[in-house]
């Protein structure tokens, strides 16, 4: 095997960069296992680790995931990634925000936002998907969603700082998806 490649353990069959945009953008998994085939949606492809913490995705022996779909949705079109890293752009996030919008004349039809960096999987922010929905992205708006997206956050003494960084993070692609011409 070349140097340069770099095998992924099969508790992780999605490279991390690609989880919070699939999640976001609404993306289907189809499954072919033993129990037939199958269709979920990417959200709930991993777990929380709760009492299994071995245990990263729904996932059962013999399960091969045969493709992923994408809708053809509106919010698809403004949709960016935002990844704060400590080094390499290789190393994992510390914070990310995939965020995509549906607009109509400046404002808000539909949000969906993905965060990455600050759960054990990709995390659906609903509450600040809801925050947006119908509304102009100002400076207050965009405080009041990373607010609800990280209401219930709860750092352990070492990782503190990410719900910081993770409102910034979240900040930043907002404005970013909202900049983008299309």
């Known amino acids: 095997m070349p140097s340069s490649a770099r095998r992924r353990p099969a508790s992780q069959p999605i490279p991390e960069i690609s ?6 953008l609404g993306a289907i998994v189809e499954v072919a296992g033993p129990r037939g ?12 680790p709760g009492e299994t913490p071995h245990l990263e995705h729904v996932l059962a022996p013999g399960d091969v995931i045969t493709s992923f779909r994408m809708p053809a949705a509106p919010w698809t079109r403004r949709s960016v990634y935002v990844k704060v ?6 190393d994992f996030a510390l914070a990310s925000a995939a965020v995509a919008l ?3 004349d400046e404002t808000i039809r539909m949000a969906r936002i993905a965060l990455g960096g600050v759960a054990t999987k990709p995390w659906r922010a609903r509450e600040a998907e809801a925050v947006l929905a119908g509304k102009q992205l100002t400076e207050d708006i965009l405080e009041d969603a990373a607010d609800a997206a990280f209401a219930n956050a709860r750092g352990n003494g070492g ?3 990410k719900i910081d960084l993770g409102r910034r993070t979240l900040i930043r692609a ?9």
Do not use: M, Q
């Open 102 to 104: 549906d607009t109509k």
């Open 174 to 182: 907002l404005n970013e998806a909202g900049e983008l011409e299309i």
């Open 37 to 48: 085939p199958r269709e979920l949606a990417f959200e709930d492809l991993h777990r929380l």
């Open 159 to 161: 990782n503190d700082f």
């Open 85 to 90: 890293r400590n080094r390499a752009s290789y």
């Open 19 to 24: 989880r919070r945009r699939l999640v976001a």
